[in-house]
Structure formats: structure tokens, C-alpha cells
């Protein structure tokens, strides 16, 4: 379609960071199924039938700049679920995802995304990509500040969530957060609502990461590393005008679910960031 056209022209820089899985993140579960490779390099997570696997940031940030390259799933991935996310603990965390939902061989995977403040999640948004994930490595990223939190992909944005504190919408300023990442088994809901199940003689199902980087703020005991907010650019990003034409672009051509249009499930009127969110 000639959105594709358009992503396919536009040109973005993209910077090769010297990432090292040793030193920047602990697995946490599935160990056996979790392997570092390349001297630090590269890392991938497996799923089958007996165990998925995950990991997290050894630091805990407030507020960054937060890339990963990943390789998705090829083939017949239905019921699994790759997860990138930021998140705290407790029942009034603050989370920001992007889940990459499994699919039957030739199907699009969707991106699902979701914004959690203070324990409250139900906004989400899910996405096509305008290119095939399990082919090579594609860049997901995070930038979150005290005004904005943006998604992007491959230099792209594909959806914000503003600061809207003045009308009574918590947002995620206050509590430190670590990266995560997991590879899992949700086939009650992943692929088509849960219709298509997992085939686990197509196990062990595998993604690949690399090139992780976190330009940010490390939060030690609740101190921040960052002792001026000032003097870091993606503090106080937003998005020029160009990269907003260019969100608006996909999220008219690519957006799968908007919680933001979903009438039915909100009949009493729509949250009241949905006016101020594009």
C-alpha cells in the first residue's frame, strides 16, 4: 500500500550500541531455557511445552531513552507471546508494553502495546507492521520522560501517551522500573482471541534479542544517576511536527484495536486521555 512506500523512503539513523547481556540484564526464569551467546552479544528465550524463559535489567530507571533489537518468532508462532516491557512492582505498578502476539504461518503478527499507571491498565492499542519481524532484527524502543511516553518502531513512532496529570490521569513519573522481557505460552488469548492454539510439535519456539541500550536515568535506593534532568535531550522530547505526521500516518493505515475508539466497551464515554492522545 503506499504507507508501506512512504515507511520504506523515510530515512532514520540508527546507532549501533555496545550492549553486553553479562553485564546488563539477569535471566530470571526458564534458565535452561535462556542462553547468552556471542560473548554477551546476543541472547535468545525458548519456549516449549515444559517452561518459557525471561529476563530483567540489572538497573532500575526513571526515565530513558530504551531500544532492543529483536527477532521474532518465524513460522507457526500462534499462542506465544514475546514480550518487551518497563515495568515496577506492586499492585499500583506502572508498566509500558509492547507484546508481540504469535500467528499461524503466513498471518501478520500483531503488536499489542498497553500503558499501565498506578495499577491501571486497559489501553490498548495493537498494531500491523508494515514488514515481516521473524526475518531480521527490527528495533522496538521506549522513550519516557516526565511529559510523554512514546513507542517506536524502527525509528517510528506508533503511539504516545501524554502527561494529562491536570485532568486527573495518573502517569508514570514516580516509581523507578526495570526492563523485561519474556517468551510464553498465552493461547487462551493470543492468536485470534484464543481460538488458535499453540502447536507444540513446532516447539521450542525462539526469539532472538540484541542491541540493547538504555539512555537513562539509573534510580540507585530511589536516587537518580541523573543529577541535572536538563542536560539529557530525550528528557523533554516530544515529537516535532514531521514525526507527527508520520504517527498519524500509521496509526490510520496499521492500527488493528484502539481502546480509545471501542465504544462498546465504554458506553458511559471514552477515557478522558483519549481526547488528548492522538
Not at 525458548?46 to 518468532?73: A, C, P, R, T, V
Not at 506465544?80 to 498471518?107: P, R
Not at 521506549?142 to 517510528?156: Q, S, T
Request: proline content about 4%; aromatic content about 14%.
Amino acid at each position: 500500500m503506499a504507507a508501506s512506500c512512504i515507511l520504506c523512503a523515510m530515512a532514520f539513523i540508527t546507532a549501533v550500541y555496545a550492549a553486553n547481556f553479562y553485564q546488563d540484564i539477569d535471566i530470571t526464569w526458564g534458565n535452561d531455557h535462556a542462553r547468552i551467546l556471542n560473548n554477551g552479544q546476543l541472547l535468545t528465550l525458548s519456549l516449549d511445552k515444559s517452561s518459557g524463559s525471561g529476563f530483567q535489567s540489572k538497573n532500575e530507571y526513571l526515565f530513558g531513552k530504551f531500544d532492543m533489537q529483536i527477532k521474532l518468532i518465524p513460522g507457526d508462532s500462534a499462542g506465544t507471546v514475546t514480550a518487551f516491557y518497563l515495568s515496577s512492582q506492586g499492585s499500583t505498578h506502572d508498566e509500558i508494553d509492547f507484546e508481540f502476539l504469535g500467528n499461524l504461518s503466513g498471518d501478520p503478527y500483531i503488536v499489542h502495546t498497553n500503558v499501565f499507571t498506578q495499577g491501571k491498565g486497559n489501553r490498548e492499542q495493537q498494531f500491523y507492521l508494515w514488514f515481516d519481524p521473524t526475518k531480521d532484527f527490527h528495533t522496538y524502543s521506549f522513550l519516557w520522560n516526565p511529559r510523554i511516553v512514546i513507542f517506536y518502531v524502527d525509528g517510528r513512532p506508533i503511539r504516545v501517551f501524554k502527561n494529562n496529570e491536570s485532568i486527573g490521569i495518573a502517569f508514570p513519573k514516580n516509581q523507578p522500573m526495570r526492563i523485561y522481557s519474556s517468551l510464553w505460552n498465552a493461547d487462551d488469548w493470543a492468536t485470534r482471541g484464543g481460538r488458535v492454539k499453540t502447536d507444540w510439535s513446532k516447539a521450542p519456539f525462539t526469539a532472538t534479542f540484541r542491541e540493547f541500550n538504555a539512555n537513562a536515568c539509573v534510580s540507585i535506593s530511589g536516587v537518580s544517576s541523573c543529577r541535572s534532568l536538563s542536560n539529557n535531550s530525550w528528557m523533554s522530547q516530544e515529537l516535532d511536527s514531521t514525526s507527527l505526521e508520520l504517527l498519524r500516518m500509521i496509526q490510520k493505515n496499521y492500527i488493528v484495536y484502539n481502546y480509545c475508539s471501542d465504544l462498546k466497551r465504554f458506553p458511559q464515554g471514552l477515557p478522558p486521555e483519549c481526547s488528548t492522545n492522538t
